[in-house]
């Protein structure tokens, strides 16, 4: 009965109220119930039927623009217990052909979520899809509108929905909503993010077990409480070295040490694949030009300088390495971001946003601190200081995830290997770490593998020259549904890339090589094989 009362006549078409295929038991969309969620309390739940309305691209997040959608929109916002938070869950269930799964989508930077264009893709492609706010201002670029609070102290509550909780109550509140609109349980439970969605990713594999069938992690922002405060050495640098070299100068020195290892895998395509066994010597690069559209500028041997540290990374007054440099051939763009211009006059160092409102707002608890100020030794002081104030609530990489592997999780966590803001050496120690905890890798690996994408930057954001994995989620679908192992990601370059190839990327430790014959931009002539020291 309940059948035939819920279509409406709107205009002239026929639009259903629930799912076109409606089972026993399943809800009107405007019935939907509060679900239950421990340790909060609903606040308030509201749903609307929203009918081919559109969702306009916005770069990077969603690449083109998403029509007629057809959803039923549910808004759960919940409290937690003692606290005094406000947490969105937005739900988008499609109204025709449901394909029985349920994704979580995570967010990026300062956002735990970002809404409508995080939901209108696997909406589109017929999933029960969420988002959460985590109860956060929404703002991927700054937290300051959440950081503190009125008493000027760290909101631990509202950093723990950031860090992990809302994760949770995302699945919770998703699962359930579906199941009540659809009148069955979601068959498949899925997590997709990249960079803090990656992390979030990893959150659920440790803390929330039994959430998620299959996760798939881009680059993940994890042991954040120790990179995201390296992120400032490449600032440090320069101001001790006391020369900010122009953008393009260091792009000029990047451009170099990319020629100079590109050919090591005998394929010549602007790519360096192991670009741990990259030994480029900056200094070699002095005296040339560096060429940026119309501009040339000189590199220096101060420039040189800078790079070298940079690719070093920073050190303990000891001289032990406290954190890995940015990769050889990843842009050093977004780091070491200079105000300086290409004909050389004076400018000064702008620190990444997300390393500099960290370190304002949560480790020194004071909006003005003045991140430009610091030098090594203060960086090395500041690094050991957030740890330990935070690593326990934002690390977000507890190695052990044996219930995940019982409870029958697939993770599947791919990186690009010139990522130039969250290192690939991040991904490759925690998957040590896990493999150590958990018995090596013959123990790890039917649940959790690594990809490491050559040439690619954050997340395959682009503009980026290498071959961006085209389709993870539907490898970590198929491993999860039908059992099928990834061994290999498909990836392609950008539409925008100079050159254009195809490219297998192999599961960590293994790498694509070239087999000797056939069109190289063709990913199958490319076999994986075991990595060589100088390859
Ligand atoms: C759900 O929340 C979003 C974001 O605040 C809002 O734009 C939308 O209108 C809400 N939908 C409903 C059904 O309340
Ligand atoms: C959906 O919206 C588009 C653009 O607003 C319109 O051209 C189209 O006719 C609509 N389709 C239906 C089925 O209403
Ligand atoms: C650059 O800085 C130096 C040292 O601070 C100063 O002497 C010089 O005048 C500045 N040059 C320009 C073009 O601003
Ligand atoms: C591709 O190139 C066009 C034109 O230069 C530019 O507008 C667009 O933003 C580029 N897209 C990407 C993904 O880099």
Same mark, same amino acid.
């Given at each position: ?10 205009? +002239? ?26 340790? #909060? ?77 995080? @939901? ?62 659809? !009148? ?27 959430? =998620? ?5 881009? #680059? ?10 390296? %992120? ?16 393009? %100068? ?25 670009? =741990? +066994? ?12 560096? /060429?940026?559209?119309?501009?040339? *500028? ?5 420039? #040189?300088?800078? *790079? ?34 290409? +004909? ?21 608890? +004071? ?52 990522? /130039? ?12 770490? *896990? %493999? ?24 395959? =954001?682009?503009?980026?020259? !290498? ?42 430790? @293994? *790498? #694509? ?23």
């Amino acid at each position: 009965m309940r059948y035939f009362l819920s279509f409406l006549i709107l205009g +002239n078409s026929l639009l259903p109220t629930h799912a076109s295929t409606p089972t026993h038991g399943a809800k009107l969309c405007s019935e939907i119930p509060a679900p239950h969620v421990l340790g #909060a309390t609903i606040a308030s739940i509201d749903s609307a039927i929203r009918t081919n309305f559109s969702v306009q691209s916005s770069p990077p997040t969603l690449a083109q623009d998403i029509v007629n959608l057809n959803v039923c929109e549910v808004n759960v916002t919940l409290t937690h217990t003692g606290s005094s938070d406000h947490v969105l869950v937005q739900t988008w269930l499609p109204l025709k052909s449901w394909n029985k799964r349920f994704v979580a989508i995570g967010g990026g930077a300062w956002a735990a979520g970002l809404g409508a264009i995080d @939901l209108a893709l696997p909406a589109s492609q017929g999933y029960a899809v969420s988002s959460t706010n985590a109860g956060l201002s929404g703002n991927p670029l700054s937290p300051d509108l959440w950081a503190l609070k009125e008493d000027g102290t760290v909101n631990f509550e509202l950093l723990e929905n950031f860090a992990s909780r809302s994760i949770h109550d995302m699945a919770v509140v998703g699962q359930a909503v579906a199941a009540s609109f659809y !009148g069955r349980p979601v068959k498949t439970s899925l997590w997709n993010g990249c960079s803090t969605g990656g992390r979030q990713g990893l959150v659920a594999a440790q803390k929330y077990p039994e959430d =998620f069938d299959g996760i798939l992690a881009g #680059a993940p922002a994890i042991y954040w409480t120790e990179y995201v405060v390296a %992120e400032l050495w490449p600032q440090v640098v320069m101001k001790e070295e006391g020369y900010y070299p122009s953008n393009c %100068e260091l792009d000029g020195i990047v451009q170099a040490a990319i020629r100079a290892c590109d050919n090591k895998d005998k394929v010549k395509d602007g790519i360096i694949t192991s670009p =741990f +066994n990259c030994k480029f010597d900056p200094f070699t690069a002095v005296g040339t030009m560096a /060429q940026c559209g119309e501009e040339q *500028v000189e590199i220096t041997s101060q420039g #040189a300088a800078i *790079v070298r540290k940079i690719w070093d990374g920073p050190k303990t007054p000891s001289g032990e390495r406290l954190w890995p440099g940015i990769p050889i051939g990843a842009s050093f763009a977004a780091l070491a971001y200079t105000t300086t211009e290409a +004909n050389g006059v004076n400018g000064t160092g702008v620190p990444f946003f997300l390393a500099d409102a960290w370190v304002r707002y949560f480790v020194k608890e +004071n909006p003005e601190f003045d991140t430009t100020s610091l030098d090594s030794a203060q960086l090395v002081e500041l690094f050991y200081e957030s740890k330990s104030k935070f690593g326990s609530i934002m690390d977000s990489a507890d190695p052990d995830l044996s219930k995940f592997k019982k409870a029958g999780g697939k993770l599947l966590v791919w990186h690009g290997l010139a990522d /130039q803001l969250i290192y690939p050496q991040d991904s490759i120690r925690y998957l040590q770490e *896990v %493999e150590q905890i958990m018995g090596g890798e013959v123990a790890t690996k039917d649940f959790f593998r690594l990809f490491l994408a050559p040439g690619v930057d954050h997340c395959g =954001f682009g503009p980026t020259p !290498g071959a961006v994995p085209t389709a993870p989620f539907n490898a970590l679908l198929s491993w999860v549904e039908n059992g099928v192992v990834p061994e290999i990601l498909e990836a392609e370059t950008l539409p925008n890339s100079t050159a254009h190839f195809t490219r297998k990327i192999c599961r960590y430790p @293994l *790498v #694509a090589k070239y087999r000797g014959r056939g069109d190289r931009a063709a990913a199958k002539n490319y076999v994986c094989v075991k990595p060589k020291e100088d390859c």
